[in-house]
């Protein structure tokens, strides 16, 4: 099948799914064809993968240029020269809007497509619930032919949000457990725990949602009491206050800020713990790949995090704002080898439940419907 994929090519989670997506339905066969403004950041060369750069031209008229309108133009370049089959827009906003667009002026030219939105979270939570967007949003939605959410929560808040005039299908998101998974790296452990303490974790876009000022103060009462280093990974505009917050409590030695990354699996292969304090989390894709590589997870009850890790099990779960209870669940979890050694191996386990070649099929069984009853229903309006 030969498949369109349009996405936002950050390291936030919704890029990072689809690229994975992508690379997984390629090495299964299908050609797919990547529309976004530039590479996403996760994407690595296949024989079966294309890359089509959205160019947004800039004119003085313009204090925004028009990105969907350059978006929904190159959608229609890229099917019309390659033949796709399909579209799956990830994120709502604007690829939604823009792949019907894009549909619409095929059908003047005797072409036509259906396409999948894939909702990822504050599409839907923040941005879409905006009365800005919100008519364009639904409309979008609506006329999409097939609705996929990452989680049971998302579902369930965009039914409670919009009104959404069809089902919405739960596929989850996936990890790669070939990339994901535990390795020896204790000589780069050794470089930055040297005398072995604990290692905790955050990973993160920096943003008000995920935060992060409470790692900070979780690491700050779990230090007092554990020797430990925490690893910050990510950017965003919360990074310069979390950094001042961390010499304002004079812990900045024990913390180190490492920004974007792409081999994120080594760093969870020397963890111990990841903190995910967010506000909210569609899933918490960082929290299910720290899980696969053997990290238990302290995160709030917020969103879908609840159906990624298990109380007591993998982790804890904690109210959002409650850094006591996280630092007291967190202390538990880190005093005791024989303890921590149980949560990592649970989380591991539980991790496997999400891999790829679980997840991968869901999609490809959607697909298939898709697109065979789109044809279904263009014959019976021919004849």
């Known amino acids: 099948m030969k498949i369109g994929i349009v996405c936002y090519p950050t390291f936030g989670g919704s890029g990072v799914l689809a690229t994975e997506l992508g690379m997984a339905l ?38 925004y240029p028009p990105y969907e309108t350059a978006l929904a133009s190159t959608m229609v370049n890229v099917i019309l020269n390659n033949q796709l089959d399909l579209l799956h827009v990830h994120y709502a906003i604007p690829h939604a809007s823009a792949a019907y667009f894009a549909r619409q002026i095929l059908k003047k030219q005797g072409r036509d497509i259906p396409f999948i939105t894939t909702l990822h979270g504050t599409d839907i939570t923040l941005v879409g619930k905006d009365q800005t967007y919100a008519p364009v949003v639904t409309f979008s939605i609506n006329e999409s032919d097939a609705i996929t959410a990452v ?20 596929i989850p998101n996936f990890v790669d457990i070939q990339r994901f998974h535990q390795t020896d790296k204790e000589h780069f452990k050794k470089m930055l725990a040297p005398a072995d303490e604990r290692i905790l974790v955050h990973v993160s876009n920096f943003r008000k949602v995920k935060r992060v000022e409470d790692v900070i103060r979780v690491f700050e009462q779990v230090h007092e009491k554990i020797p430990s280093k925490l690893l910050m990974i990510g950017d965003g505009p919360e990074r310069q206050s979390a950094e001042e917050l961390c010499r304002t409590l004079h812990i900045s030695d024990n913390i180190r800020f490492l920004g974007k990354q792409d081999h994120i699996s ?30 238990p997870v302290i995160s709030t009850n917020a969103g879908g995090l609840p159906e990624i890790n298990v109380q007591g099990k993998t982790g804890f779960l904690s109210e ?12 538990y979890m880190l005093e005791d080898d024989a303890r921590l050694d149980q949560f990592k191996e649970a989380a591991i386990e539980h991790a496997q439940g999400f891999s790829k070649q679980r997840i991968i099929p869901m999609y490809e069984e959607l697909y298939e419907q898709v697109v065979t009853e789109y044809s279904r229903k263009k014959l019976a309006v021919h004849n």
């Open 26 to 63: 390629s090495a299964k066969g299908h050609e797919i064809h990547f529309i976004t403004y530039q590479q996403p950041v996760r994407l690595s060369f296949h024989p079966n993968i294309y890359y089509h750069e959205v160019a947004v031209p800039t004119y003085p008229l313009f204090d």
């Open 151 to 170: 989680s049971n929560n998302l579902r369930e808040e965009t039914f409670r949000s919009f009104p959404i005039e069809k089902d919405i299908h739960v």
């Open 266 to 295: 080594e760093i969870f292969s020397i963890s111990d713990l990841f903190l995910l304090p967010s506000q909210y989390e569609s899933f918490g894709l960082s929290a299910l790949e720290a899980m696969a590589c053997g990290v």
């Open 320 to 331: 959002v704002g409650d850094v006591h209870d996280m630092t007291e669940k967190a202390i």
